[in-house]
């Protein structure tokens, strides 16, 4: 069975992170990569049981995957929050037959908190053993399978 470890880049996101730490229970590893954060967010993501890395200058974003336990990652933004269905599918993928070890990884289909709507779909669930990527998410690859489920992102009107 396939472990996940969840990716997340921070930065004075104490009032969403939680939001989106309380998602992740497919997920066997949380790791925060904090880029100085001046408010609760490194304490937050400690409080869930997260590892948490300081952002290290010059380092390119996706170098951080390797600070990861598990080969899957699955790469969000502390704006975004997994859907039950997308919960589902992730605990399904990962008791299902052993994933393809030559595939890239997974898209998955990203939308607004406000209204429902669909944004884009962008590559999510990534074998960083086939993929390396240099931003916070991973550029996308190509064809890759789309799994079920979507992200929800919640813009800064929302949190207000």
Known sequence: MPGISALIHTCNDERRLGRTLETLRPCDE?????HASEDGTVKV?????????????????????????????????PA??????????????????????AIAGYAVKIRSSNNGQAICQELRLVNRTNLNWQGVTPEATGDVPVLDGDLLRFDASAEQ
Do not use: F, M
């Open 30 to 34: 949380i790791v925060i990569v904090d």
């Open 45 to 77: 993501a400690r409080d869930y049981g997260a590892k948490v890395i300081a952002a290290v200058t010059g380092v390119q974003n996706g170098a951080y995957a390797n600070d990861c336990k598990h080969d899957w990652v699955l790469c969000l933004l």
């Open 80 to 101: 975004e929050t997994l859907t039950e269905a997308l919960e589902a599918t992730l605990l399904e993928w990962k008791t299902s037959d052993t994933p393809e070890e």
